[in-house]
């Protein structure tokens, strides 16, 4: 197991614009990284260079500042919608499907593995319903997982938030998430574990990730205290990672340890961002001292 941060370490900043990949990428570096998860997510707004005309152009030269540096990308994470797809305006749910189509090709040039995609939840007919919103997601990603698995790129299902406001979410458990992972039925698809979405719902995560099992390929590697989606760096919050390490090596976890922290940064001027990142290396590093 390695450790990973994902390319948004460094990507908002405060006059509003958006750090360059590739000059996220060489300062993740200079701080320790040699792992990165990069992220697509702000495509939707106009950020990243998935949004240019040359952007698979841009994607190769990420690629090839990354091999100058030494770097691997073994994970990604595409663009999402909040609620449900149909939610959102046409012309919204359009520039997401062109967006994700980048987003896995993009993957793809950067030799990604595992890409992160979030389940959607069907409520139509019943307030939660785990067969229905497994077809559902079944017939929505079925493109996007045909495309993946054409690019050779892994997808892996994310879990969500479970919230006392929306009570009941699918696939916030490990067991809806491990069954829209097995109902595909293809090595291609796995689960992604997100630990700050689990300590909204399980004190002790170690249930979920042995209940995930094989199927878990990749992380997202955050902490908070159960009640905001804070994205800070390990024992910031009140996950027990003491106790979670060690259940990654227990299952025979073979992805890396990702970091998913750009809270810890959006706030910070970019002369502080690296000292900042310094220390997020180290905890990392720590992390998987007790694994």
């Avoid at 190769?60 to 939610?87: C, I, M, W, Y």
């Avoid at 307030?127 to 559902?136: M, N």
């Avoid at 002790?204 to 990730?209: G, M, S």
């Amino acid at each position: 197991m390695r450790l990973s941060t994902m390319t948004s370490f460094f990507g908002k900043r405060l006059d509003g614009d958006y750090t360059p990949l590739i000059e996220s990428v060489r300062r993740s570096k200079e701080v320790g990284f040699q792992v990165m998860d990069v992220s697509f997510c702000h495509a939707l707004f106009g950020k990243t260079e998935l949004v240019k005309d040359n952007w698979e152009a841009l994607i190769s030269d990420l690629r090839n500042e990354a091999e100058k540096l030494g770097v691997e990308f073994s994970q990604s994470h595409p663009v999402f919608l909040t609620g449900h797809p149909a939610n959102h305006p046409v012309e919204k749910q359009e520039l997401f499907q062109e967006m994700m189509r980048r987003s896995i090709i993009a993957s793809s040039i950067l030799g990604v593995k595992w890409a992160a995609l979030h389940p959607i939840e069907e409520k139509t007919e019943a307030l939660f319903d785990t067969e229905a919103s497994i077809k559902a997601n079944l017939e929505y990603f079925s493109p996007i997982v045909e495309l993946a698995i054409k690019h050779n790129v892994g997808v892996a299902f994310e879990n969500m938030i479970e919230r006392a406001a929306t009570k009941r979410r699918f696939a916030s458990h490990a067991g809806e998430l491990a069954a829209l992972v097995d109902a595909y039925n293809d090595k291609a698809v796995g689960a992604c574990w997100d630990f700050g979405h689990g300590n909204f719902l399980y004190k002790d995560q170690r249930f979920a990730l042995r209940t995930l099992g094989k199927r878990l390929k990749s992380t997202h590697v955050n902490d908070n205290y159960g009640q905001e989606d804070e994205h800070m760096f390990p024992f910031h919050g009140s996950v027990d990672w003491a106790s979670i390490m060690p259940v990654l090596t227990e299952i025979g976890y073979e992805g890396d340890f990702s970091f998913e922290t750009h809270k810890e940064f959006d706030r910070l001027p970019e002369s502080i961002k690296d000292i900042v990142a310094r220390s997020g290396y180290e905890i990392g590093k720590y992390c998987l001292s007790l694994a």
